[in-house]
C-alpha cells in the first residue's frame, strides 16, 4: 500500500488520467483484436472486399450493452454510417476530414500490426479482385444469354444447372456424366463469343 500512496506514483497515475481524458473516440472492444473483428466484417462482404476505415471505426465504436455514447463519437458515426451506406459517397474521404491524416506509420482502426504499405496493397488486391469478379459476372450474363438464344426451351432451373456444372468443371471437379453435353454446349458457346469479338474489332 506504501507504494501505491509514493508521490511518484501518485504524479504517474495523475498524467495517466489527464492523457487519458484528452483521448477521443475510444473504442469498446476491450481485449478483442482488431484483426479478428476486420476478418468477421469481411466474411460477411461479397467477393471478399476490403473493410473499410469507417466500417471498422463504427463496429469498434457502437456501444454494445447499452453503455452511452458521447455525443461527438456519436455524430463521428452517424456521419459516417451515411457514407458507407449512400452511393457515391467516399467513406475514405469522409474518414479522413472527420479525423484527420493519418499519422506517420499508422492505419487507424486497422490495429497496431498494419502499416500503411500493407494498407495500400490490400486495397489494391480488393480492387482487382472486385473487377475480376464484375467481369466474370457479365461474361456470366453474356454466355447464358447466348444459350437462351441457341436453346430457346431451355427453362431458368436448367441454365442455372449448365451454368454451375461449368464452374464446377473449371475448378476441377468431375461434373455428372448427364452434364458433359452441356458444358460442351458452354465450350461452343464461348468459341460464339471469342468469334464475335474478332469480327466485332474488324
Not at 457502437?62 to 451506406?85: A, M, P
Request: hydrophobic fraction near 35%; proline fraction near 3%.
Amino acid at each position: 500500500m506504501a507504494y501505491w500512496r509514493s508521490d511518484i506514483v501518485q504524479d504517474i497515475a495523475k498524467k495517466n488520467a489527464i492523457n487519458r481524458a484528452k483521448q477521443k473516440y475510444l473504442h469498446r472492444m476491450g481485449p478483442v483484436n482488431f484483426a479478428r473483428i476486420r476478418a468477421k466484417l469481411r466474411a460477411k462482404k461479397k467477393e471478399e472486399e476490403e473493410v473499410s476505415q469507417a466500417e471498422m471505426f463504427i463496429e469498434t465504436r457502437t456501444s454494445r450493452n447499452g453503455k452511452e455514447i458521447d455525443e461527438e463519437t456519436q455524430s463521428i458515426i452517424g456521419k459516417l454510417k451515411d457514407s458507407v451506406q449512400e452511393p457515391g459517397k467516399s467513406a475514405k474521404k469522409t474518414f479522413q476530414s472527420l479525423l484527420g491524416k493519418e499519422k506517420p506509420g499508422r492505419v487507424r482502426c486497422y490495429g497496431r500490426t498494419v502499416t500503411p504499405s500493407q494498407f495500400k496493397r490490400n486495397e489494391e488486391i480488393a480492387l482487382i479482385k472486385k473487377e475480376h469478379a464484375n467481369e466474370m459476372n457479365i461474361m456470366k450474363m453474356l454466355v447464358r444469354s447466348l444459350l437462351k438464344q441457341n436453346n430457346p426451351d431451355l427453362d431458368d432451373e436448367a441454365l442455372d444447372m449448365m451454368m454451375a456444372n461449368a464452374t464446377a468443371s473449371e475448378n476441377g471437379a468431375t461434373p455428372h456424366p448427364s452434364t458433359l453435353t452441356n458444358i460442351h454446349i458452354l465450350e461452343k458457346v464461348g468459341e460464339e463469343c471469342h468469334v464475335q469479338d474478332i469480327e466485332d474489332e474488324e
